[in-house]
């Protein structure tokens, strides 16, 4: 038993530094950590995380609604895709608020919201390719994060929209369920001009349900 003991603490102290080290770094990494979510809270900034915004005008009023929000870690296909996503998102400003991210990769990180909402609309692939009774409409994605002082939470935003909404926006502004919303309003706005200008930042898809 004294011997186990003895050949216990010759290990201990062969990599005391090491355990000391790792400590303090893991000790460090937290502090660090949750002074960021401090500031971040302070500042209503979150833009490690994303949120899919359905975009719906009914009846003369426009309604957002969420589909999914993740962490962008959890959605990219590794961690360099989502701090370039991060990184974007804090570049946009009050006139563009779309992610300026490289021409090349935009389908890329846009066929990644894709992926991550399809399962919420698999069901009516299924129906569909079964020739049952669906209702299939296109939709647009876009990769946005806005800035505004109306806007309570900064985040990356992937907007939905269908389609044919987003080409034929209503020339007055439809009416609000807060305030706030006339900051969305505004950017469905730009998004229709930029839709046109630039397709490439926009991803078309089929919806069925």
Not at 159 to 169: C, D, G, P, Y
Request: proline residues 4%; hydrophobic residues 45%; charged residues 30%.
């Amino acid at each position: 038993m004294l011997d186990f003991i003895d050949v216990v603490f010759d290990k201990l102290d062969d990599h005391w530094v090491k355990i000391i080290t790792a400590a303090g770094f893991m000790i460090v990494g937290w502090f660090f950590g949750k002074r960021k979510a401090s500031k971040d809270w302070e500042k209503r900034e979150f833009f490690d995380r994303l949120n899919v915004s359905l975009n719906i005008i009914r009846d003369g009023k426009l309604k957002l609604r969420t589909l999914n929000e993740t962490r962008c870690e959890l959605l990219f296909p590794n961690s360099k895709a989502a701090q370039a996503v991060i990184d974007a998102a804090k570049k946009t400003t009050l006139e563009d608020p779309i992610l300026p991210l490289p021409e090349k990769d935009y389908w890329y990180y846009l066929n990644a919201v894709l992926n991550e909402i399809s399962e919420q609309f698999a069901t009516g692939a299924l129906r569909e390719d079964l020739g049952l009774p669906v209702t299939c409409d296109q939709f647009v994605i876009c990769l946005t994060s806005e800035v505004d002082d109306n806007v309570r939470m900064r985040k990356v935003r992937a907007m939905v929209i269908r389609k044919s909404l987003l080409e034929n926006l209503p020339e007055e502004r439809p009416k609000l369920a807060r305030k706030g919303h006339d900051t969305r309003w505004k950017t469905l706005c730009k998004l229709a001009k930029a839709f046109q200008a630039t397709p490439n930042r926009f991803l078309v898809i089929d919806l069925c349900q």
